[in-house]
């Protein structure tokens, strides 16, 4: 999961397993969450994004699911593949206007083959 | 349809030295932004726009300056060249105040000695 700090959290899946990556935001008042893939050398590429007013929401293979008491996310990959390998990072919007983003640290994902 | 594209890709920089990061959008978006990831870390708002002639601070801004001149272009510039200034810097775009799923560009590497 997510963590404040100078190492990249990680986690190691089987090929086929699915994936759950967590985030714990940190106010009360975001009201937009989004989830970012990053390959290496790359730009961070948007993945599913959900509004606080929801506490799941489903796209291709991926899940996020938002817990508003104890302000935590999580990404869920169904059936992970090689190509999900990458840092996954979790970004809240403060509620109240604006556009402004908060980015988590990121966790690296690893497919085992 | 380029998306956003940033220039350079990368870029070593003399300590003291200066420089213009280019971020140009071809999608119409009013917001942009600039952020700095450093090695391990998630992203860091430096400087964002919501619209041309208007530029406000993120929340690492010393060091650097911007203008939005047009819809189009959002340069980042940096006037000192400090090795604190050292990381990856993302410009991204996103179309709606309410919806910053935002687009990002692939980043310049700038390393400052």
Not at chain 2, 6 to 24: A, D
Request: some cysteine; glycine content about 10%.
């Amino acid at each position: 999961g997510e963590s404040v700090g100078l190492h990249l959290p990680t986690l190691s899946v089987q090929e086929g397993d699915n994936s759950i990556i967590n985030c714990a935001y940190s106010n009360s008042a975001s009201d937009y969450f989004i989830w970012y893939k990053q390959e290496s050398g790359k730009g961070p590429q948007f993945i599913i994004d959900i509004r606080s007013n929801m506490d799941k929401r489903q796209g291709q293979r991926v899940t996020v699911l938002l817990n508003k008491t104890v302000k935590h996310l999580s990404l869920q990959i169904a059936a992970t593949q090689p190509g999900d390998s990458a840092v996954y990072f979790c970004a809240e919007k403060l509620g109240g206007g604006g556009n402004k983003l908060t980015f988590g640290t990121g966790t690296q994902l690893k497919v085992e083959l | 349809n380029a998306g956003v594209t940033q220039t350079p890709k990368f870029r070593i920089l003399k300590i003291g030295q200066s420089m213009t990061l280019q971020c140009t959008q071809d999608m119409n978006h009013n917001y942009m932004y600039w952020y700095r990831q450093d090695p391990g870390m998630g992203l860091k708002l430096i400087y964002y726009s919501v619209g041309a002639g208007i530029t406000d601070k993120g929340e690492v801004p010393n060091g650097y300056n911007v203008s939005r001149s047009t819809t189009e272009d959002f340069p980042l510039r940096l006037e000192l060249a400090a090795p604190s200034q050292t990381s990856v810097y993302f410009c991204a775009s996103s179309l709606r105040d309410r919806d910053p799923g935002a687009f990002f560009g692939q980043g310049t590497r700038l390393t400052v000695v």
